[in-house]
């Protein structure tokens, strides 16, 4: 399956998980074909929106998407812009708090108590508990109807492995999705990925492409 054909599953309006910490760990090949469709009205859970003009970037300038949750925005000014501009609302999260909730939506525990982020502008308006004398946020955790995640290698089962830090938050994103489409360098033959190496296991991906961007 190319990436557009992949790509053409989601909706408007879908919420969708993207990796990624910055464009390291990206599936650009995933959003180039997303921005050839008309799918509009995103709610893009990631740790930022890309750069200006970059990766998800991208997107918000062609104003795709609606909403942004994610832990840090001030890699792309464009963010800061659309916001003011009633374009596009954010939800911002500390980054613990952020992994932590899409690796629990992928375990089906639908929320947590975090101390972080307790007494600050983050915790307003949800609700805190005291444990052991300490102040605790309770958090809802995450999950998408898409995630595009990024891996390095995948076998034909779609068994997943990364490379360095582009890692960072896709294997938690290929849980925590009902559809995940995962994009790779490159596709080797049944066998030929020692298991041991393996860190996210087929059965979390339903589709894999070959990557088609060079970044």
Known sequence: MTAQEAISLIPNGASIMVGGFGLSGQPLSLIEALLKTDVRDLTVISNNV??????????????????AIGTYFTSNPDVSRFKREGKLEVELLPQGTFSEAIRLGGSGIPAFYTPTAAG????????????????????RSLRADVSLIKAYKSDRFGNLIYYKTARNFNPLMAMAADLTI?????????????????????IFVDIVVRKEVIA
């Open 50 to 67: 890309g750069q200006p003009g970059q990766g998800l970037g991208k997107l918000l300038l062609d104003n795709r998407l609606k909403k």
């Open 120 to 139: 600050t502008l983050l915790a307003e308006g949800k609700e805190t508990r005291v444990f052991d004398g300490r102040e605790y946020v309770l958090e």
């Open 182 to 202: 995962a994009e790779v360098d490159e596709i080797v033959e049944i066998e030929e990925l020692d298991p041991e190496i393996v860190v996210t296991p087929h």
